[in-house]
């Protein structure tokens, strides 16, 4: 699992309320990303991150923020929690081998918003 | 902007056969194109990766061909087994080979049947 921990594993939250997941690695790996998975959408880029304090926007951005103070902490923050943030969510990080990249997922977690 | 799809949401096939997964991007050729393979609640787990100058790549029962004229790649599992059930899903990196947005395709659930 390339050492990658997804905190928490489940959240029921309500609409309005803040929430922030935590992805954590052990590897000191320079990329980590946030997707989610949603039924007929498959997994899409929320935003990424290429170092400390270094993050870019992915395809579904609107509504969510991240921060990365500590290389091994990468933070996905949802302000204003809403019914379509209804989702599973994973960390991901980019270890390149050799001339080949590869993408470490973490377990994900399943939030939901009522 | 580019998009990727796996032409078959499910896949059934009897055991011992070769199932062949598809997928197909539209717009720029990509730096390279991987595959994975997940289980129900858990992350992706990345299986090959096939370079856009490279026509076909192997790795035990798995095969993957790459043909960016068409801009397809294919994936197969010979002699299939019933625990190659899952989901696989394809992703495209950009040009360039950066490792920042990777695209996922939505995945085809295949089911091997004994």
């Known amino acids: 699992d390339a050492g990658i921990t997804q905190s928490p594993r489940h959240k029921v939250t309500e609409t309005g309320t803040p929430v922030t997941l935590r992805c954590h690695q052990t590897?000191?790996?320079?990329?980590m990303y946030w997707y989610r998975q949603d039924p007929g959408h498959g997994l899409r880029l929320i935003h990424y991150s290429y170092g400390v304090k270094d993050t870019d926007k992915g395809e579904v951005s609107d509504g969510y923020s991240v921060s990365r103070s500590k290389t091994e902490d990468f933070l996905l923050t949802l302000e204003s929690a809403t019914s379509s943030q209804t989702s599973v969510y994973f960390c991901a990080i980019s270890i390149r081998q050799g001339s080949d990249t590869e993408a470490f997922f973490g377990q994900g977690t399943r939030l939901t918003v009522v | 902007s580019q998009k990727i799809e796996q032409n078959s949401e499910a896949l059934n096939i009897q055991e011992g056969k070769t199932a062949t997964l598809t997928c197909n991007y539209t717009n720029y050729s990509p730096a390279y194109l991987q595959w994975y393979r997940q289980d129900p609640g858990r992350g992706p787990v990345f299986l090959l990766l096939i370079r856009e100058n490279e026509k076909e790549k192997r790795k035990e029962r798995l095969k993957v061909t790459f043909d960016t004229t068409l801009k397809q790649s294919l994936f197969h599992i010979t002699a299939s087994q019933p625990a190659d059930s899952a989901t696989y899903l394809c992703?495209?990196?950009?040009?360039?080979?950066?490792?920042?947005?990777?695209?996922f395709g939505k995945g085809t659930k295949l089911s091997v049947k004994p």
């Open positions: 590897e000191n790996h320079r990329y």
């Open positions: 992703a495209l990196a950009p040009p360039g080979g950066s490792q920042g947005n990777l695209i």
